[in-house]
């Protein structure tokens, strides 16, 4: 069976586009938010190894946070 969502998340890749939400890049996948969420995730399952990108990830939450107050919250948008 062919996923919707799949076909979703490579429009999104070919316009250069949040894979999740539609939003403009933060790295080569993501937007902001999605890359922090994502980097938590993976923070999580290596557990406390990971601590040296404390000031890389609390940079990043600052810009998600000034993001937020502009832009409000990324929603997610199941239409489509
Ligand atoms: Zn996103």
């Known amino acids: 069976m062919a ?3 799949a076909e979703w998340q490579k429009r999104r ?7 999740i939400c539609g939003k403009p ?3 080569a996948t993501y937007c902001l938010k999605h890359a922090i969420m994502k ?3 993976q923070r999580k399952r ?4 990971a601590r040296h990108t404390g ?5 990043a939450e600052q810009e998600y946070g000034e993001e937020n107050k ?11």
């Open 3 to 5: 996923s919707r969502q």
């Open 55 to 59: 000031w890389e990830s609390y940079k």
């Open 70 to 80: 502009l832009s409000g919250v990324c929603g997610e948008e199941e239409s489509g």
């Open 46 to 49: 290596l557990g406390s190894k």
């Open 25 to 27: 890049l933060h790295n």
């Open 13 to 19: 890749k070919a316009e250069g586009k949040c894979i």
């Open 39 to 41: 980097r938590e995730e």
